[in-house]
């Protein structure tokens, strides 16, 4: 005789649909935390030798990191972006690099006046990040990090393993330099001295890096920058001297320093490695002055920005002899667009091939 299957008991039902809820619940709530991560995670791409990207848009904690005081030193960085990736289950254990670097920026205009700013960063050859971000409270901006300098280890890639992808999201809080969809550009310099920013007063703290993030995020105009900088206590990063070039899209065009823990702005088209402040005297390496020197021959000319990548190769690493003390290579360059929102990256010295690297268009970096 044939076997019947019945029909399944009504509160057989009603559990399977409870623990599907219920699963389906805790899914969301894992992706409501940790969704944003996974995907900028997944963003990273692959560009060339030493060169990736990655993307996040949404709120990647930095609200918080200035509502809990910020960090006095790039360990408590570390710590709190440890803890806000994963929430808490994962401690820092970073070891940051504190090597000195190089640098150079330049700022000019075009035919028709608007204003263009070449940058170049030099170092040793590195790892290098572009990233763009799209806060939920701030500007979109693009920027590039020195992956060497987070403490990854050497045989770190950004794509290597999915932690791998997630510990790139911490590049966001370490950018050296970048432009936001306001035109505002901010590049960090070393200054030429062992002098250390060290502010202590009962504002929120700031790292050299993270002030540019802030700056990125919550800057329009030059003077904006200044503004906000007053708001928080310095401290250097990497445990040596900084001075930050700050531009914008008016094409103004200042150098932001802190001399015994007092910022001072001084105006200029041209900052490189030594201190541009009365206050400090003569100061700074024979390097740094022989690039100030040959950018300042190019000041107030007129120039596209092929031309403008010109001049930022005459001043790279290439040029100059290298001592023990000295940047190996300029890691990359930068021309900036602000009023066109787009700038152009040369990787490693090799001014023939350019990025276009976009705040705002879907494909944000493409070949030029």
């Not at 930022?312 to 690493?317: D, H, L, W």
């Amino acid at each position: 005789m044939k076997k019947t299957r019945g029909k399944p008991k009504k509160s057989t039902v009603i559990s399977l649909v409870v623990i599907l809820t219920l699963l389906l619940i805790g899914l969301g709530a894992l992706w409501i935390s940790f969704g944003r991560f996974v995907m900028a995670a997944r963003s990273v791409t692959w560009l060339e030798s030493n060169l990736y990207s990655l993307e996040f848009k949404g709120d990647y904690g930095f609200d918080q990191f200035l509502a809990e005081g910020g960090a006095d030193a790039d360990d408590g960085v570390g710590r709190f972006i440890a803890s806000y990736l994963t929430h808490g289950h994962y401690t820092y254990q970073g070891n940051l690099n504190t090597a000195p670097f190089g640098c150079s920026f330049f700022g000019t205009r075009n035919k028709v006046g608007e204003p263009l700013y070449g940058r170049n960063y030099d170092w040793e050859e590195s790892t290098v990040l572009l990233v763009r971000t799209q806060p939920k409270n701030g500007y979109a901006s693009v920027s590039a990090c020195c992956m060497d300098f987070l403490g990854f280890g050497e045989d770190y890639k950004p794509n290597n393993s999915m932690l791998d992808r997630f510990k790139a999201i911490a590049a966001i809080y370490v950018p050296l330099d970048g432009m936001n969809e306001k035109g505002l550009i901010v590049a960090d310099l070393m200054a030429g001295d062992k002098e250390k920013t060290n502010q202590k007063s009962d504002k929120p703290d700031l790292t050299t890096t993270t002030a540019i993030r802030l700056l990125l995020d919550r800057a329009a105009t030059v003077d904006e920058a200044i503004e906000l900088l007053r708001q928080y206590d310095m401290h250097s990063s990497v445990d040596f001297a900084h001075h930050f070039a700050i531009a914008d899209a008016s094409g103004k065009s200042v150098a932001v320093e802190y001399v015994k823990n007092k910022l001072i702005v001084t105006e200029t088209p041209i900052v490189t490695n030594h201190y541009l402040a009365a206050e400090k005297g003569k100061n700074g390496g024979k390097q740094s002055h022989a690039r100030f020197d040959a950018l300042e021959k190019f000041k107030g000319k007129v120039m596209e920005g092929s031309e403008v990548a010109a001049v930022m190769e005459t001043v790279a690493q290439k040029n100059y002899e290298q001592t023990g003390d000295t940047p190996h290579i300029t890691v990359w360059s930068w021309v900036y667009s602000p009023k066109s929102k787009m700038a152009l990256f040369y990787n490693h010295e090799n001014f023939r091939h350019a990025y276009r690297v976009s705040i705002q268009a879907d494909t944000w970096v493409s070949e030029h």
